[in-house]
């Protein structure tokens, strides 16, 4: 198995040792929560619209797509999910706050963008074979994970799908952000600060 396979197959325990690192060193700060909250929304609301154009085919074991989809966010950037899921945890490092919280999000981001650097590789490697010079047309008009300023439309046709069928795709996604968040005030409350933060 290749790294970029394994990453792929992995995508969704590889952030557990970071994850672990961020509730052991944690130590919050109203300020801390709030702006990390935000940071958080940021990275959920591109996610959101991310799904809301591709739909459930995000949440596959296979690497492919039966459309390209290049509407929406995805003609401003091609990975938004993948921008969304950075932007969270470094919106994750800065919630739990502790003495190495810059160092934190600075390890989010570099890790982050390489092992989503080698699942993209992947995936691209994929997409070409799948779509031939329409997907490279589309990647020599829209970067990877730094979105444009302006919209490259090439498929008007492509419909977002209804917020709650979007909300459906998305549960387990939600459903650990909370979870992780909640585990942090849980931490805080019973062993950082019992009298309050």
């Given at each position: 198995?290749?790294?970029?396979?394994f990453?792929?197959?992995?995508?969704?325990?590889?952030?557990?040792?970071?994850?672990?690192?961020?509730?052991?060193?944690?130590?919050?700060?109203?300020?801390?929560?709030?702006c990390?909250?935000?940071?958080?929304?940021?990275?959920?609301?591109?996610?959101?619209?991310?799904?809301?154009?591709?739909?459930?085919?995000?949440?596959?074991?296979?690497?492919?797509?039966?459309?390209?989809?290049?509407?929406?966010?995805?003609?401003?950037?091609?990975?938004?999910?993948?921008?969304?899921?950075?932007?969270?945890?470094i919106?994750?490092?800065?919630?739990?706050?502790?003495?190495?919280?810059?160092?934190?999000?600075?390890i989010?981001?570099?890790?982050?963008?390489?092992?989503?650097?080698?699942?993209?590789?992947?995936?691209?490697?994929?997409l070409?074979?799948?779509?031939?010079?329409?997907?490279?047309d589309?990647?020599?008009?829209?970067?990877?994970?730094?979105?444009r300023?302006?919209?490259?439309q090439k498929?008007?046709?492509?419909?977002?799908?209804?917020?709650?069928?979007?909300?459906?795709?998305?549960?387990?996604?939600?459903?650990?952000?909370?979870?992780?968040?909640?585990?942090?005030?849980?931490?805080?409350?019973?062993?950082?600060?019992?009298n309050?933060?």
């Amino acid at each position: 198995m290749t790294l970029r396979n394994f990453f792929f197959r992995y995508r969704g325990i590889t952030p557990l040792p970071f994850v672990l690192i961020l509730l052991v060193q944690s130590d919050l700060t109203r300020v801390g929560v709030i702006c990390g909250l935000l940071v958080v929304a940021l990275g959920e609301s591109i996610r959101l619209a991310g799904v809301r154009r591709a739909g459930g085919n995000t949440r596959t074991r296979k690497v492919g797509a039966k459309k390209l989809i290049t509407a929406g966010i995805f003609s401003y950037v091609r990975n938004p999910l993948y921008l969304g899921n950075v932007i969270i945890y470094i919106g994750f490092a800065l919630m739990a706050g502790g003495p190495w919280v810059v160092y934190l999000m600075i390890i989010a981001l570099v890790y982050f963008i390489v092992q989503y650097g080698f699942i993209i590789a992947l995936e691209e490697t994929k997409l070409k074979e799948l779509f031939g010079d329409e997907y490279r047309d589309y990647t020599n008009n829209v970067p990877r994970l730094l979105p444009r300023l302006t919209s490259w439309q090439k498929d008007p046709d492509n419909i977002p799908r209804k917020w709650r069928k979007v909300l459906r795709a998305e549960k387990s996604t939600l459903l650990n952000q909370a979870v992780f968040t909640l585990v942090l005030f849980i931490k805080e409350i019973v062993i950082n600060n019992p009298n309050g933060f």
